[in-house]
């Protein structure tokens, strides 16, 4: 199984990102899918979640409004639409997969991707 994330990089806030999550080795419909951050010095945490179909999505307090889960189940791809940015949304950002329902706690998960960087500069 793999995960591979894309579409990181550096923005001037107030800006948009649109990350990607290519899914290989897993049939994507069959799990629920998260996007979690870590920031240098703190815990990972989760930003969003979504569930098989796209039915339910769940977002941290934190991005509400700004950022969007979504997924396409037959190109076996996650994305978080990124808008309006803010210098403490820069963190590493993971995608993960879950076949059970989502949750905010990453050791629920059981792949993971290995992260892609989003800076926001003030």
């Known amino acids: 199984v793999q995960l591979v994330e894309s579409g990181g990089g550096l923005v001037e806030a107030g800006g948009s990102l649109r990350l990607s999550c290519a899914a290989s080795g897993l049939t994507l419909s069959e799990y629920s899918m998260g996007w979690f951050r870590q920031a240098p010095g703190k815990e990972r945490e989760v930003v969003a979640s979504?569930?098989?179909?796209?039915?339910?999505?769940k977002y941290s307090d934190s991005v509400k409004g700004r950022l969007t889960i979504s997924r396409d189940n037959a190109k076996n791809t996650l994305y978080l639409q990124m808008n309006r940015l803010k210098p403490e949304d820069t963190a590493v950002y993971y995608c993960?997969?879950?076949?059970?329902?989502?949750?905010?706690?990453?050791?629920?998960?059981?792949?993971w991707g290995q992260g892609t960087q989003v800076t926001v500069a003030s």
């Open positions: 993960t997969s879950r076949i059970s329902v989502a949750t905010v706690i990453p050791d629920d998960y059981e792949y």
């Open positions: 979504i569930s098989r179909f796209g039915k339910k999505t």
